[in-house]
Protein backbone atom coordinates (compact mmCIF):
# COMPACT_ATOMS: atom_id res chain seq x y z
CA UNK A 1 0.00 0.00 0.00
CA UNK A 2 3.23 2.26 0.80
CA UNK A 3 4.19 1.96 -2.57
CA UNK A 4 0.94 2.30 -4.35
CA UNK A 5 0.91 5.44 -2.48
CA UNK A 6 3.93 6.35 -3.20
CA UNK A 7 4.01 6.14 -7.13
CA UNK A 8 0.72 8.05 -7.36
CA UNK A 9 1.81 10.95 -5.31
CA UNK A 10 4.07 11.60 -8.92
CA UNK A 11 6.97 10.97 -10.36
CA UNK A 12 9.70 12.11 -7.41
CA UNK A 13 7.44 10.72 -4.41
CA UNK A 14 8.51 7.11 -5.46
CA UNK A 15 12.18 7.68 -5.20
CA UNK A 16 11.76 10.08 -2.22
CA UNK A 17 9.72 7.58 -0.63
CA UNK A 18 11.36 4.24 -1.15
CA UNK A 19 14.65 6.12 -0.11
CA UNK A 20 13.29 7.18 3.16
CA UNK A 21 12.52 3.65 3.93
CA UNK A 22 15.31 2.13 2.79
CA UNK A 23 16.73 4.05 5.40
CA UNK A 24 14.78 3.54 8.22
CA UNK A 25 15.34 -0.09 7.41
CA UNK A 26 18.91 -0.03 7.49
CA UNK A 27 19.06 2.09 10.63
CA UNK A 28 16.46 -0.90 12.14
CA UNK A 29 18.78 -3.85 10.60
CA UNK A 30 22.16 -1.96 11.98
CA UNK A 31 20.48 -1.03 15.14
CA UNK A 32 19.46 -5.06 15.34
CA UNK A 33 23.32 -6.14 15.14
CA UNK A 34 24.27 -4.28 17.54
CA UNK A 35 21.72 -4.55 19.80
CA UNK A 36 22.47 -8.24 19.58
CA UNK A 37 26.02 -7.41 20.95
CA UNK A 38 25.03 -4.21 23.38
CA UNK A 39 24.82 -7.06 26.85
CA UNK A 40 28.25 -8.37 25.90
CA UNK A 41 30.01 -5.31 24.86
CA UNK A 42 28.70 -3.38 28.29
CA UNK A 43 26.38 -0.60 26.96
CA UNK A 44 23.20 -1.55 28.78
CA UNK A 45 22.82 0.19 31.99
CA UNK A 46 19.93 0.62 34.43
CA UNK A 47 18.71 3.88 35.59
CA UNK A 48 16.70 3.85 38.49
CA UNK A 49 13.65 6.15 39.47
CA UNK A 50 11.60 6.82 42.97
CA UNK A 51 8.20 6.27 43.71
CA UNK A 52 7.07 7.79 46.96
CA UNK A 53 4.20 6.99 49.27
CA UNK A 54 2.10 10.70 49.54
CA UNK A 55 1.15 9.60 53.28
CA UNK A 56 4.61 9.38 54.79
CA UNK A 57 6.83 10.94 52.45
CA UNK A 58 9.02 8.29 51.56
CA UNK A 59 10.44 6.15 49.06
CA UNK A 60 8.83 3.11 48.44
CA UNK A 61 9.46 1.55 45.23
CA UNK A 62 12.38 2.34 42.72
CA UNK A 63 11.73 1.47 38.45
CA UNK A 64 14.49 0.41 36.56
CA UNK A 65 14.64 1.60 33.42
CA UNK A 66 16.88 0.54 30.56
CA UNK A 67 19.22 2.76 28.52
CA UNK A 68 21.39 1.95 26.18
CA UNK A 69 24.45 3.91 25.28
CA UNK A 70 26.32 2.69 21.68
CA UNK A 71 29.27 4.53 20.23
CA UNK A 72 28.42 4.46 16.77
CA UNK A 73 24.31 5.03 17.22
CA UNK A 74 24.67 7.43 20.51
CA UNK A 75 21.97 7.30 23.34
CA UNK A 76 18.89 4.96 21.87
CA UNK A 77 15.75 5.58 23.59
CA UNK A 78 14.05 2.55 24.71
CA UNK A 79 10.88 3.54 23.19
CA UNK A 80 12.55 2.70 20.16
CA UNK A 81 14.67 -0.26 20.96
CA UNK A 82 12.25 -2.01 23.09
CA UNK A 83 10.05 -2.24 20.38
CA UNK A 84 12.41 -3.39 18.22
CA UNK A 85 13.90 -6.00 20.81
CA UNK A 86 10.34 -7.08 20.82
CA UNK A 87 10.07 -7.98 17.26
CA UNK A 88 13.46 -9.52 16.81
CA UNK A 89 13.00 -11.62 19.83
CA UNK A 90 15.75 -10.26 21.35
CA UNK A 91 13.85 -9.19 23.73
CA UNK A 92 14.02 -12.19 25.84
CA UNK A 93 17.31 -11.97 26.16
CA UNK A 94 17.38 -8.16 26.92
CA UNK A 95 14.53 -9.17 29.38
CA UNK A 96 16.84 -11.51 31.40
CA UNK A 97 19.37 -9.14 31.54
CA UNK A 98 17.53 -6.38 32.84
CA UNK A 99 15.62 -8.47 35.49
CA UNK A 100 19.25 -10.20 36.87
CA UNK A 101 20.96 -6.71 37.17
CA UNK A 102 17.78 -5.31 38.67
CA UNK A 103 17.74 -7.89 41.41
CA UNK A 104 21.31 -7.79 42.06
CA UNK A 105 21.18 -3.89 42.39
CA UNK A 106 18.57 -4.74 44.92
CA UNK A 107 20.30 -6.98 47.19
CA UNK A 108 23.20 -4.73 47.09
CA UNK A 109 21.14 -2.08 48.49
CA UNK A 110 19.89 -4.37 51.51
CA UNK A 111 23.11 -5.27 52.18
CA UNK A 112 24.18 -1.42 52.05
CA UNK A 113 20.96 -0.44 54.09
CA UNK A 114 19.79 1.83 51.42
CA UNK A 115 16.15 2.19 51.36
CA UNK A 116 14.76 1.73 48.52
CA UNK A 117 11.96 -0.63 49.16
CA UNK A 118 11.01 -2.57 46.29
CA UNK A 119 12.41 -2.97 42.72
CA UNK A 120 10.30 -2.88 39.86
CA UNK A 121 11.04 -4.54 36.87
CA UNK A 122 9.19 -3.64 33.15
CA UNK A 123 8.48 -6.89 31.40
CA UNK A 124 7.27 -7.08 28.21
CA UNK A 125 4.06 -9.17 27.17
CA UNK A 126 6.66 -11.82 24.77
CA UNK A 127 8.74 -12.46 27.87
CA UNK A 128 5.67 -13.15 30.06
CA UNK A 129 4.10 -15.60 27.27
CA UNK A 130 7.34 -17.79 27.44
CA UNK A 131 7.08 -20.81 28.81
CA UNK A 132 10.01 -20.36 31.17
CA UNK A 133 9.23 -17.10 32.46
CA UNK A 134 8.37 -17.70 36.07
CA UNK A 135 11.71 -20.11 36.05
CA UNK A 136 13.63 -17.33 35.14
CA UNK A 137 11.87 -15.15 37.87
CA UNK A 138 12.85 -17.19 40.11
CA UNK A 139 15.88 -18.21 39.53
CA UNK A 140 16.84 -14.72 39.60
CA UNK A 141 15.94 -14.16 42.90
CA UNK A 142 17.68 -17.27 44.02
CA UNK A 143 21.01 -16.58 42.81
CA UNK A 144 20.74 -13.08 44.10
CA UNK A 145 18.80 -13.79 47.28
CA UNK A 146 16.58 -11.51 46.93
CA UNK A 147 13.29 -11.85 48.98
CA UNK A 148 10.61 -11.98 46.69
CA UNK A 149 8.44 -9.50 47.96
CA UNK A 150 11.52 -7.15 47.33
CA UNK A 151 10.58 -7.86 43.10
CA UNK A 152 7.14 -6.06 41.67
CA UNK A 153 6.44 -6.75 37.80
CA UNK A 154 5.33 -4.09 35.61
CA UNK A 155 3.14 -5.30 32.90
CA UNK A 156 0.52 -3.67 30.27
CA UNK A 157 -2.93 -4.48 30.72
CA UNK A 158 -2.53 -6.51 26.86
CA UNK A 159 0.37 -8.30 28.83
CA UNK A 160 -1.49 -9.48 31.45
CA UNK A 161 -4.98 -10.10 29.97
CA UNK A 162 -4.43 -10.59 26.56
CA UNK A 163 -4.22 -14.48 26.66
CA UNK A 164 -6.77 -14.93 29.43
CA UNK A 165 -6.39 -18.42 30.82
CA UNK A 166 -2.48 -18.90 30.56
CA UNK A 167 -1.89 -15.26 31.89
CA UNK A 168 -4.38 -15.69 34.60
CA UNK A 169 -2.44 -18.78 35.99
CA UNK A 170 0.92 -17.31 35.41
CA UNK A 171 -0.05 -14.04 37.54
CA UNK A 172 -1.40 -16.28 40.18
CA UNK A 173 1.80 -18.58 40.42
CA UNK A 174 3.88 -14.95 40.66
CA UNK A 175 1.24 -13.84 43.50
CA UNK A 176 1.79 -16.97 45.36
CA UNK A 177 5.59 -16.88 45.34
CA UNK A 178 5.52 -13.60 46.59
CA UNK A 179 6.34 -11.50 43.60
CA UNK A 180 4.14 -8.16 43.60
CA UNK A 181 2.58 -7.25 40.28
CA UNK A 182 1.71 -3.63 38.88
CA UNK A 183 -0.53 -2.80 35.84
CA UNK A 184 1.53 -0.49 33.91
CA UNK A 185 -0.02 2.70 31.56
CA UNK A 186 -3.18 1.97 33.23
CA UNK A 187 -6.15 3.57 31.32
CA UNK A 188 -4.29 3.12 27.53
CA UNK A 189 -5.54 -0.25 26.99
CA UNK A 190 -8.52 -2.34 25.61
CA UNK A 191 -9.08 -4.75 27.93
CA UNK A 192 -12.12 -4.96 30.07
CA UNK A 193 -12.37 -4.28 33.80
CA UNK A 194 -13.62 -7.76 34.68
CA UNK A 195 -9.96 -8.75 35.06
CA UNK A 196 -9.31 -6.76 38.15
CA UNK A 197 -11.18 -9.03 40.25
CA UNK A 198 -9.93 -12.42 38.93
CA UNK A 199 -6.42 -11.60 39.52
CA UNK A 200 -4.66 -10.72 42.03
CA UNK A 201 -2.85 -6.78 41.65
CA UNK A 202 -0.96 -5.16 43.64
CA UNK A 203 -0.70 -1.62 42.27
CA UNK A 204 -2.08 0.14 39.46
CA UNK A 205 0.09 2.90 37.64
CA UNK A 206 -2.15 5.45 36.15
CA UNK A 207 -0.58 6.61 32.47
CA UNK A 208 1.23 9.39 32.72
CA UNK A 209 -1.07 11.20 29.67
CA UNK A 210 -4.00 11.51 32.47
CA UNK A 211 -1.66 12.84 34.36
CA UNK A 212 -0.37 16.03 32.33
CA UNK A 213 -3.59 18.38 32.48
CA UNK A 214 -4.19 17.69 35.76
CA UNK A 215 -4.74 21.07 38.05
CA UNK A 216 -4.67 23.17 35.01
CA UNK A 217 -8.20 24.10 35.25
CA UNK A 218 -8.99 22.46 31.75
CA UNK A 219 -12.19 20.74 30.76
CA UNK A 220 -11.70 18.26 34.05
CA UNK A 221 -12.16 15.07 32.10
CA UNK A 222 -8.19 13.85 33.12
CA UNK A 223 -9.69 14.98 36.46
CA UNK A 224 -12.47 12.87 36.55
CA UNK A 225 -10.55 9.97 35.08
CA UNK A 226 -7.75 10.36 37.39
CA UNK A 227 -10.70 10.38 40.47
CA UNK A 228 -12.27 7.56 38.89
CA UNK A 229 -9.30 5.38 38.88
CA UNK A 230 -7.89 5.93 42.12
CA UNK A 231 -11.29 5.36 43.62
CA UNK A 232 -11.71 2.27 41.77
CA UNK A 233 -8.28 1.22 42.96
CA UNK A 234 -8.94 2.20 46.93
CA UNK A 235 -12.01 0.45 46.73
CA UNK A 236 -10.78 -2.97 45.39
CA UNK A 237 -7.64 -2.48 47.98
CA UNK A 238 -5.25 -2.00 45.22
CA UNK A 239 -2.09 0.74 45.29
CA UNK A 240 -2.83 3.54 43.24
CA UNK A 241 0.25 5.66 41.66
CA UNK A 242 0.84 8.51 39.19
CA UNK A 243 3.22 8.37 36.68
CA UNK A 244 4.87 11.67 34.67
CA UNK A 245 4.45 14.14 37.91
CA UNK A 246 5.76 17.03 36.93
CA UNK A 247 4.66 19.57 38.39
CA UNK A 248 3.12 20.99 42.24
CA UNK A 249 -0.21 21.61 41.02
CA UNK A 250 -0.18 17.82 39.44
CA UNK A 251 0.85 16.85 42.92
CA UNK A 252 -1.56 18.77 44.94
CA UNK A 253 -4.62 17.96 42.47
CA UNK A 254 -3.53 13.61 43.32
CA UNK A 255 -3.18 14.33 47.02
CA UNK A 256 -6.59 15.87 46.78
CA UNK A 257 -7.71 13.10 45.30
CA UNK A 258 -6.03 10.70 47.63
CA UNK A 259 -3.77 8.67 45.39
CA UNK A 260 -1.20 6.85 47.35
CA UNK A 261 1.63 7.07 45.28
CA UNK A 262 3.94 9.48 42.83
CA UNK A 263 6.75 9.21 40.39
CA UNK A 264 8.19 11.41 38.09
CA UNK A 265 10.65 14.44 36.84
CA UNK A 266 8.88 16.51 39.83
CA UNK A 267 11.04 14.12 42.47
CA UNK A 268 13.41 12.99 40.54
CA UNK A 269 14.40 11.59 36.98
CA UNK A 270 15.55 8.02 36.35
CA UNK A 271 19.24 7.93 38.11
CA UNK A 272 22.58 6.14 37.91
CA UNK A 273 22.45 3.97 40.73
CA UNK A 274 25.39 6.26 42.34
CA UNK A 275 23.12 8.86 42.10
CA UNK A 276 20.01 7.72 43.15
CA UNK A 277 21.80 6.06 46.55
CA UNK A 278 22.61 9.48 47.39
CA UNK A 279 19.51 10.81 46.29
CA UNK A 280 17.59 8.23 49.14
CA UNK A 281 19.63 8.92 51.39
CA UNK A 282 19.16 12.59 51.56
CA UNK A 283 15.36 12.13 51.89
CA UNK A 284 16.34 9.30 54.71
CA UNK A 285 15.46 10.45 58.13
CA UNK A 286 18.28 11.94 59.79
CA UNK A 287 20.25 12.19 56.28
P1 LIG B 1 7.21 3.03 31.42
O1 LIG B 1 7.48 1.71 32.05
O2 LIG B 1 5.81 3.53 31.47
O3 LIG B 1 8.24 4.03 32.11
C1 LIG B 1 7.99 5.38 32.36
C2 LIG B 1 8.67 6.28 31.35
O4 LIG B 1 8.33 7.63 31.64
C3 LIG B 1 10.19 6.23 31.41
O5 LIG B 1 10.67 6.49 30.09
C4 LIG B 1 10.52 7.40 32.32
O6 LIG B 1 11.83 7.90 32.14
C5 LIG B 1 9.49 8.39 31.86
N1 LIG B 1 9.16 9.37 32.90
C6 LIG B 1 9.21 9.24 34.23
N2 LIG B 1 8.79 10.35 34.86
C7 LIG B 1 8.46 11.22 33.90
C8 LIG B 1 7.96 12.57 33.91
O7 LIG B 1 7.73 13.18 34.94
N3 LIG B 1 7.73 13.13 32.69
C9 LIG B 1 7.97 12.49 31.51
N4 LIG B 1 7.72 13.13 30.38
N5 LIG B 1 8.44 11.22 31.47
C10 LIG B 1 8.68 10.60 32.64
P2 LIG B 1 11.83 5.60 29.43
O8 LIG B 1 12.86 5.27 30.45
O9 LIG B 1 12.25 6.30 28.18
O10 LIG B 1 11.09 4.26 29.07
C11 LIG B 1 10.04 4.23 28.13
C12 LIG B 1 9.35 2.91 28.12
O11 LIG B 1 10.24 1.89 27.66
C13 LIG B 1 8.87 2.43 29.50
O12 LIG B 1 7.65 3.04 29.86
C14 LIG B 1 8.76 0.94 29.25
O13 LIG B 1 7.54 0.65 28.61
C15 LIG B 1 9.91 0.68 28.29
N6 LIG B 1 11.07 0.15 29.05
C16 LIG B 1 12.07 0.81 29.67
N7 LIG B 1 12.93 -0.06 30.27
C17 LIG B 1 12.43 -1.31 30.03
C18 LIG B 1 12.86 -2.64 30.38
O14 LIG B 1 13.84 -2.87 31.10
N8 LIG B 1 12.08 -3.67 29.91
C19 LIG B 1 10.95 -3.45 29.16
N9 LIG B 1 10.24 -4.54 28.73
N10 LIG B 1 10.53 -2.22 28.83
C20 LIG B 1 11.26 -1.16 29.26
MG1 LIG C 1 7.00 0.95 33.87
MG1 LIG D 1 4.12 3.60 32.33
MG1 LIG E 1 5.00 2.46 28.83
Known amino acids: VAM ?10 YRFYTQ ?3 ERSSRLLRMETLLRQ ?47 AEETGLISQLGQWVLRHAVQQARRWLDDGVPFGVMAVNVSTIQLRQKDFMQTVADSLREAGLPSDRLELEMTESAAFGNAEAAVKLL ?4 RSGVRISIDDFGTGYSS ?10 KL ?36 IAEGVETLEQLESLRLRRCHEVQGYFFSRPLPPGELEAWLLRQAPGG
Open 38 to 84: AAARGELHLHYQPQIDLGSGRCVGVEALLRWNNPELGAISPAEFIPL
Open 205 to 240: KIDRSFVRDLGQDSEGEDEAMVEAIIHMARSLKVTV
Open 193 to 202: LSYLKRIHID
Open 172 to 175: DELH
Open 4 to 13: YRAKHDGRNG
Open 20 to 22: EMH
